[in-house]
């Protein structure tokens, strides 16, 4: 009996818990409550953005993972590529789950000519977007491409396109391009 009690209790628990949306992850949460700077970010108003996001950290460092992230974001389009991987890498030690993280270190590194890390990061943006982020294929065919790997460089290019990026179809256009003359 006293353990039937004790399912009933644990499972009323959860129920409320879910009710109460406590199943929603941190950075869900940081989504919504920093929503005006990730809007302005949204705008391409980096500057503005930048200082939103920096205001925030510098008013409780051990913040959340979506202020260093999005902060990164912003060193990334200013081209600090150091610090966009450093604003990066703490918000991944808060929520190793955010998929813009890697996408964006992937960026960093591959603006820094370093492949090899900016092919990590790709691929592991590849599969926190579930196969579905064009942008991530994008830039993991470019990075193939800078390796010298045509093959995958074009199958990258070729997912990419199936998931609508239009970008990417150049890329590939530019591939054929070359085999031709050869």
Request: hydrophobic content about 35%; overall charge positive; aromatic content about 18%.
């Amino acid at each position: 009996m006293e353990v039937l009690a004790f399912v009933f209790i644990m499972f009323f628990v959860v129920g409320v818990a879910l009710l109460m949306g406590w199943h929603k992850d941190l950075s869900y949460q940081d989504r919504k409550k920093y929503k005006i700077g990730i809007q302005t970010l949204e705008k391409h108003d980096y500057n503005k953005a930048f200082d939103y996001f920096d205001k925030a950290i510098q008013s409780n460092p051990k913040t959340s993972a979506i202020l260093y992230a999005f902060r990164g974001r912003c060193h990334l389009h200013f081209k600090n590529y150091y610090h966009a991987l450093s604003d990066c890498q703490k918000a991944l030690q808060i929520d190793y789950n955010l998929k813009e993280c890697y996408l964006d270190r992937g960026k960093a590194f591959f603006f820094l000519h370093q492949y090899e890390e900016a092919l990590r990061e790709f691929e592991k943006a590849v599969w926190y977007y579930h196969e579905k982020s064009p942008e991530a294929y994008r830039f993991k065919g470019l990075t193939h491409y800078e390796l010298g790997n045509t093959r995958e460089a074009e199958n990258d290019f070729k997912q990419a396109i199936r998931l609508k990026d239009e970008e990417a179809n150049y890329y590939l256009l530019q591939i054929k391009k070359r085999q031709d003359v050869f």
